[in-house]
């Protein structure tokens, strides 16, 4: 990326790297630090005309929450917390990773886009 004069570094956190998971500690560390790294890089690697950013996913229908699923409770309670009433689906985070990836973004750098149907927004 350096040679080519840039690139774009694009991770995957949590909004759990912002909010905290209670007994998910390892996890929400993990993933609060990787929002330390996209910014750390962010700021080193600009002057090479390479971006890093993150996207923090909120509640996903994906293997690893299969589990959570199937409780209806446990959907319906979360439901009620995010403003669009639903989880999302891996094509939700789509569009962020591509608009990162482009030219439409080579002036955002060290950013962190949330995509969690509001969950983050509202008490």
């Known amino acids: 990326m350096r040679r ?3 690139g774009r570094i694009i991770f995957t ?3 759990a790297g912002v909010l905290g998971l209670g007994k998910a500690h390892g996890y929400t560390a ?3 630090g990787l929002i330390g790294l996209t ?3 962010a700021s080193e690697l600009g002057e090479y005309g390479i971006t890093c950013n993150g996207i923090l996913p909120g509640y996903f229908e994906t293997d690893l ?3 959570y ?3 209806a409770d446990y959907v319906a309670r979360l439901n009620s917390r995010v403003p669009l009433r639903r989880w999302g689906s891996p094509r939700d985070l789509a569009g962020v990773a591509v608009f990162l990836a482009s030219d ?3 002036y955002v750098t060290g950013q962190q886009i949330v995509v969690d149907g509001g969950y983050t927004i509202s008490l």
């Open 13 to 15: 956190t949590s909004i």
């Open 39 to 41: 910014r750390s890089l």
């Open 65 to 67: 929450t299969a589990s």
């Open 4 to 6: 080519q004069g840039r």
């Open 104 to 106: 439409a973004a080579s």
């Open 69 to 71: 699923l199937q409780s």
């Open 30 to 32: 993990s993933k609060s």
